[in-house]
């Protein structure tokens, strides 16, 4: 099986600065896309960015300039820097992978983290 663990939300004050990381483990031959989502409460939950195996990002119109995608693919792990932060960024953000877990198979499977708070206090 494969696990993502989020790390470092918590509470901030507006335009300070959070760094999300997130570690998949497990049965894991390659990750394909990592990805941060956000959920605010009584909302959907929404894009925040994309990475490629390429290196190639993708961001919401809402943080471009203020958010930056990357991944260490030697830990498998995807990271989220996060600076001038506002209130509206407030949301449990969550990680998501797409990963291959097998050398004998093209297929991989979507997973997602349990989320991580960010609070952002006007």
């Known amino acids: 099986q494969v696990q993502l663990v989020e790390s470092g939300g918590g509470l901030v004050q507006a335009g300070g600065s959070l760094r999300l990381s997130c570690a998949a483990s497990?049965?894991?031959?390659?990750?394909?896309?990592m990805g941060w989502y956000r959920q605010a409460p009584g909302q959907q939950r929404e894009l925040v960015a994309t990475i490629t195996t390429g290196d190639m990002t993708n961001y919401a119109d809402s943080v471009k300039g203020r958010f930056t995608i990357s991944r260490d693919n030697a830990k498998n792990t995807v990271y989220l820097q996060m600076i001038s932060l506002k209130p509206e960024d407030t949301a449990v953000y969550y990680c998501n992978a797409n990963i291959r877990q097998s050398i004998f198979t093209v297929r991989t499977n979507e997973y997602w983290g349990q989320g991580t708070q960010v609070t952002v206090s006007s």
């Open positions: 497990g049965t894991i031959f390659s990750i394909n896309a």
